[in-house]
């Protein structure tokens, strides 16, 4: 998304050439006005008398661009926007519903975007079609267990990983520890396999040949 200028800073730059993906220095300003723009849906909600029975769900469709840095638990973290790193797709999911989400709350369970509609449909009591994609997480948001969520997958063009809490594996065979993700992750290599990571490597690539049958058992050769 480019970084141009908002209502807030009209006067702030649009870069330069083709495209004119605007200036870094728009970014805190996009930031604010998003977050007055979503005041002003919560802020109407509870004019018309729907605050209290209004799911609102806040989150980003991809990585944040590379020109950015954020901090988390203390550590500085580069956008990674379009690479296969956990910044190229991990993002923020906020979850609020007065009454029902108990503020200050957190789930560090996998969700992936595929959830949202099975969520949604079973939070407004309809059913969910067979073989619909994603795992509801309606259950977890009202703090009961529900049925955790083994892995998450990401496509990027032609290139694609699947992610448990552990271990990442890329459609090239490259095998990653992400416990440390997104600050760090660490590559393991087929000659530094543990038991842990080989079981992973068979485990992540079963679900691969299953979502990308195109390029079954491409994954399973050296990096």
Not at 142 to 156: D, E, K, T
Not at 163 to 173: C, M, P, S, V
Not at 176 to 185: I, L, S
Not at 206 to 220: A, C, I, M, N
């Amino acid at each position: 998304m480019p970084l141009l200028p908002t209502p807030l800073n009209p006067q702030g730059s649009r870069g330069q050439g083709v495209g004119k993906r605007g200036d870094k220095q728009n970014f805190p300003f996009l930031i604010e006005y998003l977050d007055r723009q979503v005041g002003e849906v919560v802020k109407k909600l509870t004019e018309l008398g729907l605050r209290e029975n209004t799911l609102i769900l806040f989150s980003g469709d991809n990585g944040t661009e590379g020109v950015t840095t954020e901090m988390r638990d203390g550590r500085e973290i580069h956008g990674g926007k379009g690479s296969m790193l956990d910044t190229g797709s991990w993002v923020p999911l906020l979850a609020n519903w007065p009454g029902v989400i108990a503020a200050g709350s957190d789930y560090a369970g996998l969700v992936d975007f595929t959830d949202l509609m099975p969520t949604c449909l079973e939070l407004a009591g309809a059913a969910v079609p067979p073989g619909l994609d994603g795992v509801s997480f309606a259950p977890q948001l009202q703090g009961r267990p529900g049925r955790p969520r083994a892995w998450v997958h990401s496509l990027y063009v032609d290139k694609y990983f699947v992610r448990d809490e552990h271990w990442k594996l890329r459609e090239n065979g490259q095998l990653f520890d992400v416990r440390n993700a997104p600050a760090a992750e660490t590559l393991v290599t087929p000659e530094s396999d543990t038991p842990d990571s080989t079981a992973a490597r068979a485990r992540l690539q079963t679900v691969l040949d299953k979502l990308h049958p195109e390029g079954r058992g491409k994954s399973t050769r050296k990096p």
